[in-house]
Structure formats: structure tokens, C-alpha cells
């Protein structure tokens, strides 16, 4: 189950952990990215605060953390080829794998439907 951030991140939870990163609409809206900078594994962060940053040929933009969480694992395979956020943003172009501080946050996050209406598509 995937769930949406108004600030166009994603989180979807696999077992006891869960994988976040930029959605499809973020990397359509940025284009192709060159470069990101990811949070420090064990670090903690409050829902909705930034934890890096994306850029891309247009533009650099801050990238929010879908809910509050610890990070576990960043993905060095992104870090190594940015352009995964491009190629596959909701599947090998993750960002964090993460321990939720506060799984009822899930709650409060989008369905695919609804951030998709939110986006205007």
C-alpha cells in the first residue's frame, strides 16, 4: 500500500519497514535529475520536514519526509545514479528505508485517486 505527502513523496510500508521517496508527478515536474543529497542513516524526522535535496537540470527542490520516522538504509545506488529517481522514482529510485515513529501518520496521507486529484490529473 502506497500512501501520498501533499509534498510529493511517497512511503509504502513492506513488513516492518518502509521504503519512501519522490513520486512520478515530482520527477515529471523537476525533469531529468542530476543530483541528490540523502539524510544520515539513524537520524530522526518530524512529518512533513526536509531531509534533502533533489536537483535536476531545472531546478533544485527539498525533499519532505512523508511521515515522522528514523531512517534506516538510504539508497547508495541512487546516490550513485541519480537518474533512477527518473527512471523508476516509486520502485528502484527510493530514498530511505525507514522505522515509523508514528504509523497513524499513515492515516492521514493519500491514496493514489487522491493525490492524483490533488495534482490536477
Known amino acids: 500500500m502506497t500512501r501520498y505527502h501533499e509534498e510529493h513523496t511517497w512511503i509504502r510500508i513492506e513488513g516492518d519497514i518502509a521504503f519512501a521517496g519522490i513520486t512520478v508527478h515530482a520527477q515529471d515536474t523537476l525533469g531529468d535529475i542530476v543530483f541528490v543529497e540523502l539524510a544520515q542513516i539513524g537520524k530522526s524526522f518530524a512529518q512533513g520536514s526536509t531531509t534533502g535535496v533533489v536537483e535536476s537540470v531545472k531546478a533544485a527542490a527539498d525533499v519532505h519526509m512523508p511521515v515522522s520516522a528514523t531512517v534506516l538504509e538510504v539508497n547508495e545506488e541512487l546516490r550513485a545514479d541519480p ?38 490529473n
Open 83 to 120: 537518474s533512477l529517481a527518473n527512471s523508476d522514482p516509486e520502485g528502484a529510485g527510493w530514498f530511505y528505508q525507514l522505522k515509523l515513529s508514528r504509523p497513524a501518520e499513515m492515516d492521514g496521507l493519500m491514496d493514489e485517486a487522491a493525490y492524483l486529484a490533488f495534482c490536477g
